[in-house]
Each structure stands twice: as C-alpha cells, then as structure tokens.
C-alpha cells in the first residue's frame, strides 16, 4: 500500500519506483485506480479495463465444431478444477519420439506457438522457426551439418547443448504427430476442410463464401496474381518478381491453406460479435480477448459463455458450413462434446 501510494500521489517524483516495472503505464493506471477506489476510497467504480483471454481459440472453436471433448477439456471448454494446459500435454506427447538430445527441454514453451498456430494451417516451415526460436531461447545452439565442428563439439552434443537441422525437423514431425493423437477432432476437422475446398476449386467454383452465426457473409476470392519481373542493380545484379495486379485463375492452393483459418476467425468474431450486442457496459476487443471493467467481468464471462453455446450446442454449424460450400462428404465430427457445459467452465476465458 505505500509502494501504491507514492506512485498513485507523486509518480514523476518516484519515478524509479515503476519506470523499469514490465508495462510501466499500465502499472501506473493500476496503482491509479487502486488508490483511489481501495486505499483513500474516494470512489466506489473503477474505469479501469481488465482483460480475459481465450485458452487457445482456434482449438477451442474447432473442438466446437468437431464436438471433440478430449480437446475441449485440454482448452477449458469444459470445466475442470484447475486450468488445462494442452501445449504440456502435447509436449509429454512428443518427448519420446523427439530426439534424446532435445528431450530435457520439451516442455510447453517448446510447443506453445506451434500448436496455436497449427489450427490457422501453420506448415512445418513456420513451426520450425518456431521450435528453433524456444529451444535458443533455453541457452541451447544451432549447428549446420560440419563435420569438423561436430566432432570438436562432441562432448557438448551428448550434454544436449548442441542441434541441429535433421535433429529440428524431428522434433517439428513429433509435435505435429503429438497434435493428430492429442487433438484428433480438430486436425482431422482442418485436413477435411481442405480437401472438400480442393473439390469445390475443381468444380469451377471462382470462390468459397459462407454465412457466419452472426448474418456475416464471408466470401473468399482468392486469384493468382499477375507477376511482372524487374531487374534491380543493388549489391550486384538482383531480379525479383512483382505481383501487379489480380488474375483470372482461382488461386486453388491459396484457397487450400487459407479457408481453415479465415473459418475459425469468422466463428472467433461470431462468438465476440454476439456477446458484444448483449453487454451494456463499456468493452474492448482484441482478437481473442475481452476487456471491460472489473465490476462488470461477472456479466461479460457469463454471455461469453453462452454464446459459445449458443454457436456449438444449439445448432450443427459444421454441417451447415458443408452444406454452404456444396462440400461432397460428411464432416468429420466425433460428436461426444456437450458444449452446453462451457456455462460451468471457469477457465474458458480467464
């Protein structure tokens, strides 16, 4: 209380007290409004906004529409006494097939941005950068294939302070084969999603449009683009290509990689778009956060909450998305998801 005081009454005159703190003006406004609502007690309101955060939205919304329980109970779509933590059970997945020199460093930093980002059709590529990024970060180094450095750095190899490219590629297939055992609804949903899109491009279908929970209508036109080449004099000669302007051939690979991800963000703005109408309060969003006052959390959890129900338990969208883009098969759903118990989820958003 008297940190907060000093800085809430005086903050350029101590000044050191919080200028070094992670988010100084944040912290600021805190010790602001927590002075004056808890300490001098001046005011009974706080306009302050606090935020929560989605446990891993886009498996959260593909758990909703494989009705996958195993994933949502990992993203907290389901409630459970404490939060889950799907990046370390997707970590103790991979472990052993990943290599031994890697092993002691497969933890949930490891996987994190790889599995948030899978569902938004990350390709081995970007999970490599990645990996390699986390793994650097735990004080481990990168070698490419050198004969001589290999052999001088032995030792240090067997201690797991060394890796290298093939020792990187496998432990990117490990995790993303931990994904197919852990989170099965969800990829078996992205890999379907592309092959019937494949299907509809080969129809002659010059674009995927579909009509989100909300009345949004989503049309994705995706066409290959017309490249000129230009030659550039720049540290030597140098030559790039330029995509000038839109083509007239559907981009079919393009439509491949993109409609899983621009599907969950469509559904990821259904779910905040028909909270936000219901919620009468000052709010805030950002992707897959909410914010709005302290005072009016209880309020916006619960219609969050519902909502999510709303989209996943009250109707079958993935069967009228199939529908909508003509799609030739039945989705892949597992179907032994409740979503009606995300009402009961603490840690849904927190």
Known sequence: HDLITRIATDPIGNLSDWEEIDEPWQFLAACHEYYHTCILCDRN????????????????ILAGLARDASTAKLVNVLPSEKPQDA???????????????????MDRKTTKRTVMTVPYNAKPFSNRSYIKEALLSKKLKYYTVDT??????????EKGVWFNSEELTATVNA????????????MKVMKWIEKEVGKAIDRGEQEI????????????RLMKPIVETIELQ??????????????????????????????????DASLLHLSAIRFNAPLALIHDS???RATDMHILSAIVREVYMHLFAEQ??????????GAESEPPIIGDLTPESVIESTYFFC
Request: aromatic share 6%; charged share 20%.
């Open 290 to 292: 909410v914010l709005c």
């Open 234 to 267: 720049l540290l030597g000669r140098c030559q790039i290509n330029v995509a000038t302007e839109e083509g007239d051939k559907v981009d079919k690979a393009h439509h491949k990689n993109a409609t899983a991800p621009n599907l969950i963000h469509s559904l």
């Open 87 to 105: 990046y370390k059970v997707i970590a103790e997945e991979a472990k052993p097939n990943v290599p031994e020199s890697i092993r002691p460093h």
């Open 45 to 60: 309101y706080t306009n302050l906004p606090v935020a929560v955060d989605a446990t891993c939205s886009g498996l959260q």
């Open 175 to 186: 995790v993303r084969g931990a994904m197919n055992v852990i989170v099965p609804g969800p």
């Open 148 to 157: 001589d450095k290999h052999a001088v750095r032995q030792d240090l190899r």
């Open 316 to 325: 079958d969208y993935l069967t009228s998305w199939a529908a909508q883009i």
């Open 209 to 220: 449009q579909w009509c989100t929970p909300s009345g949004f209508i989503v049309t994705q």
